[in-house]
Nanobody, 130 residues
């Protein structure tokens, strides 16, 4: 579906900020909700954030609410995750996902289940040092 790219190279330190971007290709972005998940070694893929087709509804995991912001730019075919005040526990491989907008609503419990998403981008590793 897409590539996932991290803006800002190398290791980041606790408290710093970075932006992840997900370039969308192969699907019509206008018909999809998008989300970000992450997976740390030995752990299951964890929901982070989701944004509705029109960008009017967002949903966040408790662990990142107030620190991370998901956004989308349909004109640029890109989804973003702005990460502020990062912590070592934010270290993981981050994945962007797409779900056809009629399947369920962003804000529902289904958005937090990775098996409910239709497509995945390549992951990008984020490492936060203390």
């Amino acid at each position: 579906m897409s590539s996932c790219r991290r803006l800002g190279e190398g290791l980041v330190q606790s408290g710093e900020s970075l932006r992840l971007s997900c370039a969308i290709s192969g699907i019509n972005m206008a018909y999809y909700a998008f989300g970000w998940f992450r997976q740390a070694p030995g752990k299951e893929r964890e929901f982070i954030a989701a944004i509705s087709r029109l960008g009017t509804v967002t949903q966040y995991a408790d662990s990142v609410r107030g620190r991370f912001t998901i956004s989308r730019d349909n004109a640029k075919n890109t989804v973003y995750l702005d990460m502020n005040s990062v912590k070592p526990e934010d270290s993981a491989v981050y994945y962007c996902g797409a779900a056809y907008y009629q399947r369920w609503n962003v804000g529902s419990g289904r958005a937090m289940d990775y098996s409910e998403w239709d497509f995945w981008g390549q992951g990008t590793l984020v490492t936060v040092s203390s």
